[in-house]
């Protein structure tokens, strides 16, 4: 019993001692693996900062807004999601007309995997917009 908790301590040290190591870039890296999902960040705090958050600086761009809210689906083809640079599967969304897909882009469609803004709750509707024209502009 004493032999085992003699190992165990032995063991907890090792750990301890190795994670001194760590440089300072891992130890980053790692808090902010480790931080807690919705994070209460209050506006003008840049100790919690993150693309979540960045909504204050300037509408995104559709590229940005495509990377960080819609290439989950939208490079993948889940859920049947048209994905960018496939020009067969948009043509015939397209031939729909732009505000339709800007509308669906804002509203989303019911019954499918593509929810109201693609569920970019912090995205603006001028955001979502740019991400469907850039979605489309790459896919024709
Ligand atoms: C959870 C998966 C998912 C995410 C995330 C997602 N989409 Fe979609 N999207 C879909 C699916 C699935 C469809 C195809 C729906 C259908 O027509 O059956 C679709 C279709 C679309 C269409 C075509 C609409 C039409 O009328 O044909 C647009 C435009 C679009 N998405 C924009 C976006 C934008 C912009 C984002 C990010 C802000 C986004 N989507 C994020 C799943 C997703």
Request: aromatic fraction near 4%; glycine fraction near 12%; charge should be negative.
């Amino acid at each position: 019993m004493f032999r085992t908790l003699t190992l165990f301590a032995a063991l907890l040290v090792a750990a301890a001692a190795s994670a001194v190591e760590l440089s300072e870039s891992q130890r980053a890296a790692i808090e902010e693996r480790i931080a807690p999902m919705g994070e209460v960040c209050l506006q003008g705090d840049s100790s919690c900062g993150g693309p979540a958050v960045a909504a204050s600086s300037g509408p995104r761009s559709g590229k940005e807004v495509f990377d960080a809210a819609c290439m989950a689906c939208h490079t993948t083809g889940a859920g049947g999601a048209p994905v960018l640079g496939d020009v067969d599967a948009w043509a015939p969304r397209i031939a729909k007309g732009m505000d339709t897909l800007h509308k669906h882009g804002l509203e989303g469609i019911p019954g499918t995997g593509m929810m109201a803004k693609g569920g970019c709750v912090n995205c603006s509707d001028d955001e979502v917009i740019a991400a469907v024209d850039y979605m489309v502009e790459g896919s024709q």
